[in-house]
């Protein structure tokens, strides 16, 4: 089995900073891309940012400049570090990676079990 365990979210006011981290465990042979999406009540799950296995980036406009995404290979993890928050901010935020769990088979997507930031005064 491969999990993905989020941690990191939490409530902090506008303005303020957070960061979530997001491991994989498991039977796990190599990973590709990582990211990070988000959920806000009554909305579609959003894109946040990406990062492949050979370190580009991607970020949705709405972050730019304010969130940064990493990873680190050697830990199966990746990181967003979260600054400015602001309430639209606020979501259920998810990790994804893309696992390929053995040699012989295709990579396929996994999701953590979400993890909740709330922006408010």
């Known amino acids: 089995q491969v999990q993905l365990v989020e941690s990191g979210g939490g409530l902090v006011q506008p303005g303020g900073s957070l960061s979530l981290s997001c491991a994989a465990s498991?039977?796990?042979?190599?990973?590709?891309?990582m990211g990070w999406y988000r959920q806000a009540p009554g909305k579609q799950r959003e894109l946040v940012a990406t990062?492949?296995?050979?370190?580009?980036?991607n970020y949705a406009d709405s972050v730019k400049g304010r969130f940064t995404i990493s990873r680190d290979n050697a830990k199966n993890t990746v990181y967003l570090q979260m600054n400015s928050l602001n309430a639209e901010d606020t979501a259920v935020y998810y990790c994804?990676?893309?696992?390929?769990?053995?040699?012989?088979?295709?990579?396929?997507?996994?999701w953590g079990q979400g993890t909740q930031v709330t922006v408010s005064s």
């Open positions: 994804n990676a893309n696992i390929q769990r053995y040699h012989y088979s295709s990579s396929r997507p996994f």
């Open positions: 498991g039977s796990v042979f190599s990973i590709n891309a």
């Open positions: 990062i492949a296995s050979d370190g580009s980036i």
